[in-house]
């Protein structure tokens, strides 16, 4: 542990970016988080890698992983959380599995149940909010995959707000009548997926749900631009919308 505080230490300087995309610099700020297992209510276990900030109580920040799942990098992003602050908590819906590859990543994420996935979140997201070193405020974050589960969490359990990194928000708006927290999004222009028209009318049904309009951020970028180990990293579109990000988060979750 003194080797890895030691080399954090030695980064403490270092933008999120630079630390992602340095595999030493990942592995020794995700091995800094703490495996923490519940169990659900059907007697299934459920992980997340757990940090906390120097000073608590403290606000928290639930994170969603990729399709590729609990990985160094969403472990890193939480370690930069409690850096920052924050109570980190970053759920695992793979049950420990991360791929390696599209296909691998692929056959995992089809083989979530969203049953299980929902409760699993709304148990973290109660654990944590019972957990005497945070504050009334948690938000969830989530990225691609994780993106959509963002959303599906702060509904399920509202939050004090959700960021969605390109992911789906493909809702109507009696669903969206349940969020309690505003919403930021960071999408790419050159997204196929993740588009325009599906945001457009995530737009509409928050309207019609009578929430705040979501704050929406558009990058000259594609699909998974905020992930280093990508071939389509952007880094200063990354850097750009993790400072919009902290920014949202200290405004809705420490103001």
Known sequence: ??????????????????ILADPLLARAAAEMT???????????????????????????VLLIHEWWGLNDQIKAVAAELAREGYVAVAVDLYQGKVASNGDEAGQYMKA????????????????????????????????????????????????EATIVYYGSVARDAAQLKELKGPVMGHFAENDKWINKEMVDGFIEQMKAAGQPAPEVFWYDADHAFANPSGARYDQEDAQLAW???LEFFNTNLKG
């Open 34 to 60: 703490e495996d923490v297992k519940l169990t659900l209510d059907d007697g299934q276990s459920v992980t997340a890698a757990v940090i906390y900030p120097e000073v608590t109580p403290a606000p928290a």
């Open 112 to 159: 979530v149940k969203p049953e299980t996935a929902t409760t699993t979140l709304e148990k973290w997201i109660s654990w944590t909010r019972e957990n005497e070193k945070t504050t009334d405020n948690l938000g969830t974050i989530g990225w691609c995959f994780g993106g959509g589960w963002a959303l599906n969490a702060s509904i399920a359990a509202p939050t």
């Open 243 to 245: 400072s919009r990000s």
């Open 1 to 18: 542990m003194f080797a890895r505080r030691d080399i954090m230490k030695g980064a403490a300087t270092l933008p999120l970016a630079a």
